[in-house]
Structure formats: structure tokens, C-alpha cells
């Protein structure tokens, strides 16, 4: 594999002997351990754009988290304004299942001077090639990030995949933006494109209290709850001291939270986003359009986002198999062992891309809160919204759910 300068972020970067050492006392042996600074080692798999890999052991510098910075319409916006860039998400590699990297921006740019004495700029004949990625982080929760990296040096401690045994030690700095050289092609500049850890690292970084503010929590059962941004599904559960429920995430983000109250599902929603506007009608009429794996659908409410270019649904959904099914082939996915039909309800948000000039939509997301097994002959269970588990507000490192007393009262 050819080695060059600028590709700082591929195996084989050119260490100079000074600093292989300098990455070694970094890496590996317990240099910082005495500064009571934690380091997660992790093993993984490095992938290249060129097909070459390696493998290893890996980490930050101790004391320094990954910092990824969500992309305008790229799942990891806040509900902010279409155009701007997202929180930044800090994470280090304890809680990382795997993290790709693709191109976000690719374009080239020519250096210039400025001509002695004005103003005028004189460029060089060659233009040289920029390239942006961004990273999709998979966490072990099953959460996803997409987002762009702030520039981060990596460490790896090289191993033969076969004998186990240490070759070298590497220093990797994971670029926001890399350049080529005047004259080169995009296809030029290798880069980093997948890693892909081999241990199990840690399922939760956070957990954040949930706190009732009109509702029994004695009422609720099989409490639930998927992230605002990105739809997934988290852990909820009772606290060991205290018992009261709690919502583990890896980043601690807000969630929508759903629960069965008697027989009903329902969710927390906003009581206007359930209302038969023109735009929800608008809305439903293209969400009934979407072919799906669940047939039968019912839409329960909408929360528009980014001035209605994104918009979400809540959706009753069941899979009633149809009759020409195929059940004589052994095996077939809707069919059980005893040869019964295999239908499934769920209660699910899902996250659309709308045009706002034509009102069409594209689905691009999706999460389920509930996802049960019926009986073919069983009806549907109710699902609907449920008004004291709305709003949601993450506040004071507390999840608060419901009106306050003075709110109801008024």
C-alpha cells in the first residue's frame, strides 16, 4: 500500500522514531494511570477506502471524548431550525458498537496569493481535493448518531490477527475536513471508513429520572420509550433504591414515552397535533400512501418539525396476513411451528421528509414502543394519546412528564 503525508489518517503513517515513542508512552503502559485519568481500551477492527485493514487494540487520549456535531436533516438535529448544525454529542469508546464513515462534502479548491501591493487574488493552476465525512456512530444501546467528528487523534496497538501478538504501535488523527495536494484526484486521498469493535464495551452511559407530574405512576404499566432525534428504542426501568423509573441512554437525550393504562397502549403526544386540521388530514392521506410490511394503520397524531419539513406520526399499526399467504412452504416467517398465523401489532412513531410545496412525503425513520404477537382472530388492542404524558421535558437532569398543577388548574 503507498504511504503518503497527506493520507495521516491511514495505517502506515509515516511515524518518525521520536514519534513512534512519544505514541507508545501515550498508548500503552500505564504512563497516566498515576493522573487517576480514565482510558477505555477497546478491541476493534480498522477498515479502509483503499481494502486494506487492521486490528487491534484502540483508545483516546485519556481524559478526551469523541465530539460528533449532528448534520441539518441527518437524524441527529435537535428540533431546531432546517439548516443548522446540531448539539455536539461527546462519547468516548466504552459505549461504541461501531462508527462509519462516509463522504459529507467532497470538492476541490485551488490555494491562492494575494498580488503584492492590492487586493487581487492569484491562484495556483492546480486545484487540490477537500473531502468533509461525516460518521454514523452505532452505540451498544442500539442508539445511532450521524454527525461530523471533530478532529480526534486515535491510538492503535497493533496486533496479528492471527498469533495475538503486538506488531506496532500507530497514531491515527481522525480529520473534520482532509486535504490532498495540488494536483491530486479525491480518489487519492484513502480514508477511514469503518471501525468495527470485537469486545462487548458498555450498554449504558446515562440514566435520567422520570418524575409523574399528573399522572399515578402506580396506573402505568410496561412504561416505554423511544429518543426524540433518532427513534430508538431505550431502557426503561425502576431505580434499585429508590423504585421510581428511569430512562438509560447512552447520550441521556429527551424520549417519547408510552404505557399500557388498563388494556390501551397510549403515548405521550401533543393534544393539537391530534386534532383533524387540514394538515393533519394532508398528512394522513400521504402516511396511508406509504406500502408497508403492516397493512393496517391508523394514524394517531402528528408533531410537525423544522417548519413542517419533517414531520412525525404516531401510528397505530397491525399486520393482518393476507390470505394468499404463502402457507404451505416450510418455515415461512408468518407462519408458528404449529402452523398459525403469525400477526403483530405496534405502536410506532415515524419520522417523515415532507415538501412543503407538493405536501409529499418520504419515510426515513422509524420506532416502535410496543411490538406483540395477537391471535389472528384477536382484535387490535385500543391504542391512542395519552394527555398526562405530555409534555416531556428534560430539565435539571430530570425527565418531567404531564402538566404541572397550576397548568391543569388553569
Request: proline share 5%.
Amino acid at each position: 500500500m503507498k504511504h503518503t503525508k497527506r493520507n495521516i489518517c491511514r495505517p502506515g503513517a509515516c511515524l518518525k522514531p521520536l514519534a513512534v515513542m512519544a505514541t507508545m508512552l501515550v498508548c500503552f503502559p500505564g504512563v497516566l494511570a498515576g493522573q487517576g485519568v480514565v482510558s477505555h481500551r477497546r478491541e476493534a477492527v480498522l477498515r479502509f477506502s483503499d481494502g486494506s485493514q487492521i486490528q487491534g487494540t484502540i483508545l483516546l487520549t485519556p481524559g478526551v471524548d469523541f465530539r460528533l456535531v449532528g448534520i441539518p436533516g441527518r437524524g441527529g438535529m435537535t428540533f431546531g431550525a432546517e439548516g443548522k448544525f446540531g448539539k455536539v454529542s461527546p462519547f468516548n469508546l466504552n459505549v461504541v458498537k461501531e462508527m462509519s464513515f462516509s463522504p459529507y462534502r467532497e470538492f476541490y479548491k485551488k490555494r491562492f496569493k494575494f498580488e503584492r501591493g492590492s487586493a487581487t487574488k492569484i491562484y495556483e493552476k492546480l486545484a487540490f481535493p477537500v473531502r468533509e465525512p461525516q460518521c454514523t456512530v452505532v452505540f451498544n444501546s442500539g442508539e445511532t448518531r450521524t454527525g461530523i467528528l471533530h478532529s480526534t487523534v486515535l491510538y492503535l496497538k497493533e496486533k496479528d490477527p492471527d498469533t495475538g501478538i503486538t506488531v506496532r504501535n500507530r497514531k491515527f488523527i481522525l480529520r473534520s475536513k482532509q486535504k490532498g495536494e495540488p494536483g491530486d484526484k479525491l480518489e487519492d486521498l484513502v480514508y477511514l471508513k469503518q471501525i468495527r469493535m470485537l469486545d462487548e464495551g458498555d450498554k449504558i452511559k446515562d440514566s435520567v429520572e422520570i418524575e409523574f407530574l399528573s399522572l399515578d405512576s402506580k396506573s402505568v404499566n410496561e412504561l416505554k420509550a423511544i429518543t426524540q432525534r433518532t427513534l430508538t428504542s431505550v431502557l426503561v426501568k425502576a431505580g434499585k433504591q429508590d423504585g421510581k423509573p428511569k430512562v438509560f441512554s447512552t447520550l441521556g437525550e429527551n424520549v417519547f414515552l408510552a404505557a399500557k393504562i388498563g388494556d390501551r397502549y397510549v403515548a405521550g403526544w401533543p393534544e393539537e397535533g391530534t386534532k383533524r386540521t387540514e394538515l393533519f388530514e394532508a398528512v394522513e392521506k400521504e402516511f396511508l400512501k406509504t406500502v408497508d410490511y403492516y397493512n393496517e394503520r391508523k394514524m394517531l397524531g402528528i408533531l410537525p418539525l423544522n417548519g413542517g419539513r419533517r414531520m412525525l406520526v404516531l401510528a397505530k399499526l397491525r399486520r393482518q396476513v393476507p390470505a394468499h399467504a404463502y402457507r404451505n412452504l416450510p418455515g415461512w416467517f408468518e407462519i408458528d411451528a404449529e402452523g398459525n398465523d403469525m400477526e403483530f401489532f405496534r405502536l410506532s412513531v415515524w419520522m417523515y421528509n415532507r415538501d412543503l410545496a407538493t405536501g409529499d412525503m418520504v419515510l426515513i425513520s422509524r420506532g416502535s414502543f410496543y411490538r406483540q404477537r395477537l391471535d389472528a382472530e384477536a382484535k387490535t388492542p385500543e391504542m391512542g394519546v395519552c394527555p398526562e404524558l405530555w409534555p416531556i421535558v428534560k430539565k435539571d437532569g430530570k425527565i418531567f412528564v404531564g402538566k404541572e398543577q397550576k397548568e391543569i388548574e388553569q
